[in-house]
């Protein structure tokens, strides 16, 4: 026991940490590090991938800020679905919360029901929605048009699109409705019971008792949300295919965003760049903007003072 | 109705206080206020699961027409499902990423959040924050250059290996999710261990792993969950090689097929919700811990 000196302790506890990390020291660099450097680097080089890259300045930066016809729409409607997507979400999520805590009676089933949607496959879930509500044939509509509420074109109608996503986004709502729940079942009963005994309303308990304990939750919420709403590829992506009717591998074109380019999103411009034109450089610029953005929400929810995500001890 | 809400009252034998009575009817008023708009919110949630049922049942014409209920019931729609060229295959993809990358997430994003979690090294916090920063990252961010590693260097593009060998190397979301779970393991338990005599890798396996199974089941699921979901992965690696498919992916091009057939297509999205609602059910109590984790203060 003598032996061990201090320094060959230190060195001992270093080497353990070091092969505990190392799955993700490799990860990290290979998967993350690297990458991110070879995105900088091709989004200052003209490569198709066959010819090899070629230096062409800021060319990609000003095709796709200028003259790529996608851009703009697509960062407004990654815009749309962080703004008012993520705010419904919320809002709803925190309703059900709500109401699933005041349920006494069944309420293990009433939980299941509203949280299975959220585990629907994605592209499972859009075909499923597209179904329901097309225009033709649907169900929604054919019920709205019996109790006579006009049917709007939803997946087919440019102004109607974006709206239908939500609906989808808030059908899958179970994730947040289980994180509300926990945190309104911690909100301490005494605090309930000394605002009671204050006279306080319904509203007034639900505001200054409820919202300030729930407070770092919904901000949680908020910032996940938004990256989530960042990243959203697939649903907007399936419902644009199946309402146009184009599926892939029939060698057919499919316009990017059906309709009129209304769900279209950011991470949908990197794929059809890089791998319908093969212009691998504009799209990493894409890609930087995309990582961009997600950086400044990442930050935002690993400020200490938010105290969502606290860094050791 | 006030003469319904009023009988409890009534039976009771001695007469109650005018004040109680209001206080009762209130309550019973909430109740029903509350449990009708579950069950409100219970058809909203669930209305579209039963349409896309009923649709899978039909006969061919009828999926057409704007019927709700099936005349026929077509169960044989999802015969023809599986008798359809690949379906079978995109189940053996599927189970094959989703099952081997659940195991390599696991075994590789361990030990990581185990340091995260329990060791003091210079550095930890960065590498924590670090690894949070990789979990919020859009995985279209870096697919130009993962892409072209691929399939030009490795030439394995047409398979799901790009997809499964990352996982071998520690997924973000899970360490984060570990490390969280391991933080609420108290160090009393380790300290125990190493007086004991225990390795580091043994404290980790006989002493934290059966501590941390709840966490280690909830990581599973959504790693299995999220490899069963992925339509981007495939989209960019697979999609050439139909061989490669995975459900996620083939359902999109099924639809293609059977353009018309909405019976079809929802039988086939049936088959596809269908594992996923199965594996929740029997593993509803870790799931659920799980979602609620990630929202949890470390």
């Not at chain 2, 609602?277 to 811990?289: C, G, N, S, W, Y």
Request: aromatic residues 14%; positive net charge; contains cysteine.
């Amino acid at each position: 026991m003598s032996t061990i000196t201090l320094a060959s302790k230190r060195r001992r506890s270093a080497l353990r940490t070091a092969a505990f990390m190392s799955p993700w020291l490799i990860g990290f660099s290979v998967f993350f590090a690297y990458p991110m450097l070879s995105t900088v680097y091709f989004s200052f080089m003209h490569y198709d991938g066959f010819r090899p890259p070629t230096w062409s300045g800021t060319k990609n930066w000003t095709y796709v800020f200028e003259h790529y016809p996608y851009f703009w729409p697509a960062l407004r409607n990654t815009l749309w679905l962080v703004l008012v997507t993520v705010t419904l979400r919320v809002l709803f999520g925190l309703a059900i919360g709500l109401l699933i805590t005041k349920i006494k009676t069944g309420t293990g089933v009433f939980r299941t029901l509203f949280y299975l949607p959220y585990l629907a496959p994605p592209v499972a879930a859009t075909m499923a929605f597209a179904f329901l509500l097309n225009p033709g044939t649907g169900p929604v509509n054919s019920i709205l048009e019996k109790i006579g509420i006009p049917a709007p074109g939803w997946f087919n109608d440019p102004a109607w699109s974006k709206p239908a996503l939500t609906l989808l986004f808030l059908w899958g709502v179970g994730d947040l409705m289980v994180i509300f729940m926990a945190a309104l079942l911690d909100v301490p009963k005494e605090q309930y019971e000394a605002a009671e005994l204050d006279g306080a309303s319904g509203w007034q308990r639900f505001r200054f008792v409820t919202l300030p304990n729930i407070s770092p939750i919904i901000m949680f919420a908020v910032v996940t949300g938004v990256i989530a709403a960042m990243q959203c590829y697939t649903q907007p992506l399936i419902a644009g295919k199946v309402a146009s009717g184009v599926i892939q591998g029939a060698g057919t074109q499919f316009e990017p965003g059906y309709p009129e380019k209304s769900t279209l999103t950011l991470p949908q411009l990197i794929y059809n760049l890089g791998f319908q034109r093969f212009d691998y450089g504009s799209a990493c610029v894409v890609a930087l903007v995309l990582f961009a953005l997600s950086m400044v929400f990442t930050a935002f929810l690993m400020r200490r003072r938010g105290g969502l995500i606290q860094a050791g001890d | 109705m006030t003469q319904v809400l009023d009988r409890p009252a009534q039976l009771t034998p001695q007469p109650v206080s005018a004040a109680e009575r209001s206080a009762r009817r209130k309550a019973l008023l909430n109740w029903v206020a509350v449990h009708s708009l579950g069950v409100a919110a219970a058809l909203f949630f669930t209305l579209p699961f039963v349409f896309v049922f009923l649709t899978s049942l039909m006969s061919d014409s009828q999926a057409l027409s704007r019927d709700l209920i099936p005349h026929t019931w077509e169960w044989g729609n999802y015969r023809r499902v599986f008798d359809t060229p690949g379906f079978l295959t995109w189940w053996k993809n599927t189970l094959l990423y989703a099952g081997l990358g659940t195991v390599l997430t696991v075994v590789s994003s361990l030990p990581v959040a185990y340091a995260l979690a329990k060791f003091r090294f210079r550095g930890r916090n960065l590498s924590l924050m670090l690894v949070i920063s990789m979990m919020m990252l859009p995985p279209q961010v870096v697919v130009i250059p993962m892409y072209l590693f691929w399939a030009k260097q490795l030439d394995l593009s047409g398979t799901l290996w790009p997809l499964i060998v990352p996982l071998a190397f520690g997924d973000a979301f899970s360490i984060f999710l570990l490390r969280q779970f391991l933080m609420t393991i108290p160090n009393e338990y380790l300290d125990a261990a190493r007086v004991d005599g225990c390795g580091d890798l043994r404290t980790l396996l006989t002493v934290v792993v059966p501590m941390a199974k709840p966490g280690i089941a909830a990581v599973a699921l959504f790693q299995f969950f999220n490899a069963w979901n992925d339509y981007f992965g495939p989209q960019i690696y697979a999609s050439e090689n139909p061989g490669a498919w995975t459900l996620s992916y083939g359902l999109e091009s099924f639809k293609g097929m059977h353009h018309t057939d909405w019976n079809l297509t929802m039988a086939a999205t049936v088959l596809v919700m269908a594992p996923v609602i199965l594996v929740f059910f029997f593993a509803q109590k870790a799931f659920v811990e799980g979602v609620t984790l990630t929202g949890v203060k470390g």
